[in-house]
């Protein structure tokens, strides 16, 4: 996998390193030590990618004196070439093969005094995590609350991302009936939707799922070898990254001519009133859990609350699948900057499935959705 990396204005990503270090002294950590993946993208700029030779930033808490600093194996620091560590203030410090860096993370945290509480990647390899361990000392926790404080709230150019990869995806689905016909097997399906969606702007299809008939009931179903059939109710659940590294995710459910099975229009009926309206019980200071069961209550009223087997939504932004969950329990409140899927589905196993997924954002008073194809069974020519 290519490094993803998007030449960032340095005063965003500054702002960033300073409120991650601030937020990680709130939550009394010493320090925190990012490895490749989105954290690091959304504080540096680059994914990376972690391999068996470590690669972190060394990210001390507000109130320390210390820099910064990005340690890198030095074949691996070429890679690295678009962070603007000196705009950033941020060291960054090599390591050859036969030194021990570990030991060189452990030494760096110690420049101020023995810590006593370090934050790690929630993806740090545990290759890693558990040598740093043993290197540090001390109580180990993990970074993930921290970032996910910042993350969670997407500033105005991350929304404006969202908005384009939204709108690469609806492109695709627009598209359906070039792909979605009888006679074709899923996977013939999904590879040449996967190929549209790099063609409409993506960097890569990170995931493509056709699920036809029975399948459609099985909400994370990929792709077989099942020949699609006149009247079958398709379910075409699709995303990716786009080139900044924020990902799309949209399904639309489709009927190959009119759906086979009785029931289809008065369920997918319900199931499209459910999805609107836990999108419009979107708001500021609305909580998490209250769209969920904006979502949940008219399937369940219906009859069918027992097929609708997950939460009503998730996060999205550098990750397919962040914070904030869109679940019960979650009494989180929502803020304008939050991004995140409303996709209710109703499965009815054996038989054929149903989901509708808009990627929306809380505004300062209420909610706009980056997806605006048709919620309609869209009905295909067989
Ligand atoms: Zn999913
Ligand atoms: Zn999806
Ligand atoms: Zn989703």
Wanted: charged share 25%; glycine share 8%.
């Amino acid at each position: 996998m290519a490094t993803v990396s998007l030449k960032q204005d340095p005063a965003v990503l500054s702002a960033r390193l300073d409120r991650a270090a601030a937020t990680a002294a709130d939550a009394n950590l010493d320090a925190l030590l990012i490895t490749p993946g989105s954290d690091l993208q959304y504080l540096l700029g680059v994914r990376g990618e972690s391999f068996e030779r470590l690669s972190t930033l060394v990210l001390p808490a507000a109130g320390s004196e210390a820099a910064p600093v990005l340690v890198l194996p030095k074949l691996e620091a070429p890679g690295y070439h678009d962070v603007p560590a000196d705009d950033l203030g941020v060291e960054v410090v090599t390591w050859v093969d036969g030194e021990d860096p570990h030991a060189l993370v452990a030494d760096l945290l110690r420049r101020e005094r023995q810590p006593s509480r370090v934050g790690v990647a929630d993806v740090m390899p545990a290759l890693h995590a558990l040598p740093l361990q043993a290197a540090v000392g001390g109580e180990q926790a993990l970074a993930g609350p921290v970032l996910r404080e910042l993350r969670m709230r997407k500033d105005p150019s991350e929304v404006e991302a969202l908005r384009t990869a939204g709108a690469a995806i609806d492109r695709v689905h627009a598209r359906m009936a070039e792909f979605l016909t009888a006679g074709r097997t899923e996977a013939q399906v999904g590879a040449d939707i996967a190929a549209a969606i790099v063609e409409e702007g993506h960097t890569e299809a990170d995931f493509v799922i056709v699920g036809s008939a029975a399948n459609g009931a099985s909400p994370h179903h990929a792709l077989s070898d099942r020949v699609i059939e006149r009247g079958d109710v398709v379910v075409v659940d699709i995303g990716g990254p786009i080139p900044s590294g924020y990902n799309s995710d949209c399904t639309r459910t489709y009927a190959v001519g009119e759906p086979s099975q009785p029931d289809v229009r008065d369920t997918y009926a319900v199931l499209q009133a459910a999805q609107q309206a836990a999108v419009q019980a979107v708001r500021p200071g609305a909580t998490a859990e209250s769209i969920d069961a904006a979502a949940r209550e008219p399937i369940a009223a219906a009859g069918f609350g027992r097929e609708f087997i997950h939460r009503t939504g998730h996060g999205i932004g550098l990750d397919v699948h962040e914070e904030p969950y869109v679940v019960a329990g979650n009494r989180l409140e929502l803020e304008p900057g939050m991004a995140f899927s409303i996709e209710p589905g109703i499965y009815q196993e054996g038989r054929w499935g149903a989901r509708i997924e808009d990627i929306v954002i809380v505004t300062e008073d209420g909610v706009d959705s980056v997806n605006e194809q048709p919620h309609e069974l869209v009905v295909l020519p067989a």
